[in-house]
């Protein structure tokens, strides 16, 4: 049977901009919750339970090849957090079922980075191809067929964009031949 909708949130290291301006840390994590504290304010705070949260704002260090290796228990990598999310999609479309998977968040708040990666750091996105055609090879039966269908799309002020077409129609997304969309 199909998974029902897992929610999770993921803090980012601080970009070079928030480095520069000497940003304050406002979020800590403690398994599922994440405690938001204002910072004019320090006791005041909102808990938010969700079903994963992903602390991913420091306690890493870099390997020669550029991957992001965890230093400790606390650091969520690109691979934990396919195992939490993308593996039970993939597992779910092995099933039969159809499978979304979505990221929401704030420009520059690091969805592409989860979704796709960046480097060596693959994301959920190409992780997911990677364990999807390596398990079609690996488990060959006769009469069997796969049909894989991919879509990746943004909506990004009220118009929605096929990220894996270079041309998208003015106006909006439209059934488009040429991108098999």
Same mark, same amino acid.
């Given at each position: 049977?199909?998974?029902?909708?897992?929610?999770?949130?993921?803090?980012?290291?601080?970009?070079?901009?928030?480095?520069?301006?000497?940003?304050?840390?406002?979020?800590?994590?403690? &398994?599922?919750?994440?405690?938001?504290? =204002?910072?004019?304010?320090?006791?005041?705070?909102?808990?938010?339970?969700?079903?994963?949260?992903?602390?991913?704002?420091?306690?890493?260090?870099?390997?020669?090849?550029?991957?992001?290796?965890?230093?400790? &228990?606390?650091?969520?990598?690109?691979?934990? %957090?396919?195992? &939490?999310?993308?593996?039970? %999609?993939?597992?779910?479309?092995?099933?039969?079922?159809?499978?979304?998977?979505?990221?929401?968040?704030?420009?520059?708040?690091?969805?592409?980075?989860?979704?796709?990666?960046?480097?060596?750091?693959?994301?959920?996105?190409?992780?997911?191809? &990677?364990?999807?055609?390596?398990?079609?090879?690996?488990?060959?039966?006769?009469? %069997?067929?796969?049909?894989?269908?991919?879509?990746?799309?943004?909506?990004? =002020?009220?118009?929605?964009?096929?990220?894996?077409?270079?041309?998208?129609?003015?106006?909006?997304?439209?059934?488009?031949?040429?991108?098999?969309?």
């Amino acid at each position: 049977m199909g998974e029902s909708v897992k929610v999770a949130v993921r803090v980012r290291p601080f970009n070079q901009r928030e480095n520069q301006r000497n940003a304050k840390l406002v979020i800590t994590m403690d &398994d599922a919750t994440t405690v938001i504290r =204002n910072p004019e304010g320090p006791n005041q705070e909102h808990k938010f339970t969700f079903d994963y949260s992903y602390w991913s704002h420091d306690g890493f260090s870099t390997s020669d090849d550029g991957v992001l290796l965890a230093e400790s &228990d606390r650091y969520a990598s690109q691979r934990r %957090v396919y195992d &939490d999310l993308g593996q039970g %999609v993939l597992d779910n479309a092995f099933q039969g079922f159809n499978c979304s998977l979505f990221a929401y968040g704030q420009t520059g708040s690091g969805k592409s980075y989860s979704m796709v990666g960046f480097g060596p750091n693959r994301g959920i996105v190409p992780i997911t191809c &990677d364990e999807l055609f390596k398990k079609i090879k690996e488990t060959p039966e006769d009469g %069997v067929k796969y049909e894989v269908t991919f879509s990746m799309l943004e909506i990004y =002020n009220e118009q929605v964009r096929d990220l894996l077409c270079k041309k998208n129609p003015k106006g909006g997304l439209r059934e488009n031949p040429s991108c098999q969309l």
